[in-house]
């Protein structure tokens, strides 16, 4: 595989020419073959990215049953993969084709920053969803379908993710090309001390940290969820629980497509020169780019709103019994964790009843209705 692809050995990145803004030559060239496979993988991880995500704003605009408070952070992950597919791979896939990077110093810039920028959107938002699932199915929420707070963390994931990204362009590391030389990410193998105390900081709060959060979040859940698993799950509920299990597979597919790229990195920065193969620095990053093809599918297929309008779009008539019930609200279901209040008591609570429910000390609380 290595010989038909590569020819020779390189590290992951290489500098430019600044004095004429050309591209250097670069230690590692692909092979004609490689560059042909490379540039189909990239032609249909944009035209699939786009078209995926494209759809999915689609419905948003169309079906106003979708635009409920936590769809609200499934659209930004949308608009942010969508972007990414428009504005960056869009220039590695013409630098395939041509089998060298187009653009010089600042087109890098301009690619490593918007890929690492909407990256991290989507990690952050995926973060605050977990969180949100958390707070829903532990939490008696005491307030009506508020849009403000995702609104609110909407800007936020952007925030945050430009507070991370745009140091490099200020001169805090930098960005430059990487693997075959079609594509640029941060300065994995520049060694300074400058370059990696931001790649530590930047794997500490925009990996570790996310992911440490939302693995508290499902855990405390997964407890709560085998801590009632008796009680008998109402239609409510279960409606809850698959827009759960719908995020955890986003969140698990976002993980399974970057850690290798992260490993990777880590690996040219601390690890000894040269010990990145060729094939090892291409294909992680092609997995990491095929996440904007993976989350809407998931969003489309996992959440049944999403997929009855789907059906609705494109006119499939022959489902369209099932489109009477696409508006019907769930009401969250909440589950107590406070072991010291309700150590002996627990919570019976259904969608449109609290009938069967023979606990005299047990003050029964209306949680309130709430669009998934």
Same mark, same amino acid.
Request: one cysteine or more; hydrophobic letters at 45%; proline letters at 4%.
């Given at each position: 595989?290595?010989?038909? #692809?590569?020819?020779?050995?390189?590290?992951?990145?290489?500098?430019?020419?600044?004095?004429?803004?050309?591209?250097?030559?670069?230690?590692?060239?692909?092979? *004609?073959?490689?560059?042909?496979?490379?540039?189909?993988?990239?032609?249909?991880? #944009?035209?699939?990215?786009?078209?995926?995500?494209?759809?999915?704003?689609?419905?948003?605009?169309?079906?106003?049953?979708?635009?409920?408070?936590?769809?609200?952070?499934?659209?930004?992950?949308?608009?942010?993969?969508?972007?990414?597919?428009?504005?960056?791979?869009?220039?590695?896939?013409?630098?395939?084709?041509?089998?060298?990077?187009?653009?010089?110093?600042?087109?890098?810039?301009?690619?490593?920053?918007?890929?690492?920028?909407?990256?991290?959107?989507?990690?952050?938002?995926?973060?605050?969803?977990?969180?949100?699932?958390?707070?829903?199915?532990?939490?008696?929420?005491?307030?009506?379908?508020?849009?403000?707070? @995702?609104?609110?963390?909407?800007?936020?994931?952007?925030?945050?993710?430009?507070?991370?990204?745009? *140091?490099?362009?200020?001169?805090?590391?930098?960005?430059?090309?990487?693997?075959?030389?079609?594509?640029?990410?941060?300065?994995?193998?520049?060694?300074?001390?400058?370059?990696?105390?931001?790649?530590?900081?930047?794997?500490?709060?925009?990996?570790?940290?996310?992911?440490?959060?939302?693995?508290?979040?499902?855990?405390?859940?997964?407890?709560?969820?085998?801590?009632?698993?008796?009680?008998?799950?109402?239609a409510a509920r279960r409606r809850e629980y698959h827009m759960l299990f719908m995020v955890l597979t986003a969140v698990a597919c976002y993980l399974l497509c970057w850690t290798p790229y992260g490993v990777i990195a880590m690996m040219a920065t601390f690890g000894p020169p040269n010990i990145i193969s060729p094939v090892a620095s291409v294909v992680p990053s092609l997995l990491a780019k095929s996440s904007t093809v993976i989350n809407p599918l998931i969003y489309i297929l996992m959440n049944k709103q999403f997929y009855r309008c789907f059906l609705i779009l494109f006119h499939c008539d022959h489902w369209s019994g099932e489109n009477g019930n696409t508006s019907m609200a769930s009401k969250?279901?909440?589950?107590?964790?406070?072991?010291?209040?309700?150590?002996?008591?627990?919570?019976?609570?259904?969608?449109?009843?609290?009938?069967?429910?023979?606990? @005299?000390?047990?003050?029964?609380?209306?949680?309130?209705?709430?669009?998934?």
């Amino acid at each position: 595989m290595d010989r038909i #692809m590569f020819s020779g050995q390189a590290g992951l990145n290489y500098s430019f020419n600044l004095s004429d803004d050309r591209e250097a030559d670069a230690p590692e060239k692909l092979s *004609p073959t490689g560059f042909v496979v490379l540039s189909v993988v990239l032609g249909f991880i #944009m035209t699939f990215g786009f078209l995926n995500n494209l759809i999915v704003l689609l419905l948003f605009c169309k079906f106003r049953k979708l635009r409920t408070p936590v769809n609200m952070l499934l659209l930004n992950i949308s608009v942010s993969d969508m972007l990414v597919c428009l504005f960056g791979t869009t220039l590695s896939f013409a630098s395939s084709i041509r089998g060298k990077w187009l653009l010089g110093r600042s087109g890098c810039n301009w690619y490593g920053f918007i890929n690492s920028c909407f990256g991290i959107v989507s990690l952050i938002s995926l973060v605050i969803l977990s969180y949100d699932r958390y707070s829903t199915l532990t939490v008696y929420n005491q307030h009506m379908l508020n849009y403000r707070k @995702p609104l609110l963390a909407v800007v936020a994931t952007w925030l945050y993710s430009l507070f991370w990204t745009v *140091p490099p362009l200020l001169g805090w590391s930098s960005y430059s090309a990487e693997g075959a030389g079609t594509s640029c990410s941060v300065s994995w193998t520049a060694q300074t001390v400058q370059s990696h105390a931001y790649i530590i900081c930047l794997f500490i709060f925009c990996l570790g940290l996310p992911v440490l959060v939302m693995i508290y979040c499902y855990g405390r859940l997964l407890w709560a969820v085998k801590k009632v698993g008796k009680i008998r799950k109402t239609a409510a509920r279960r409606r809850e629980y698959h827009m759960l299990f719908m995020v955890l597979t986003a969140v698990a597919c976002y993980l399974l497509c970057w850690t290798p790229y992260g490993v990777i990195a880590m690996m040219a920065t601390f690890g000894p020169p040269n010990i990145i193969s060729p094939v090892a620095s291409v294909v992680p990053s092609l997995l990491a780019k095929s996440s904007t093809v993976i989350n809407p599918l998931i969003y489309i297929l996992m959440n049944k709103q999403f997929y009855r309008c789907f059906l609705i779009l494109f006119h499939c008539d022959h489902w369209s019994g099932e489109n009477g019930n696409t508006s019907m609200a769930s009401k969250i279901t909440a589950i107590q964790l406070n072991q010291r209040a309700y150590s002996d008591k627990v919570a019976c609570a259904s969608a449109n009843t609290f009938n069967q429910c023979s606990m @005299p000390a047990t003050k029964h609380i209306n949680p309130p209705e709430a669009m998934t």
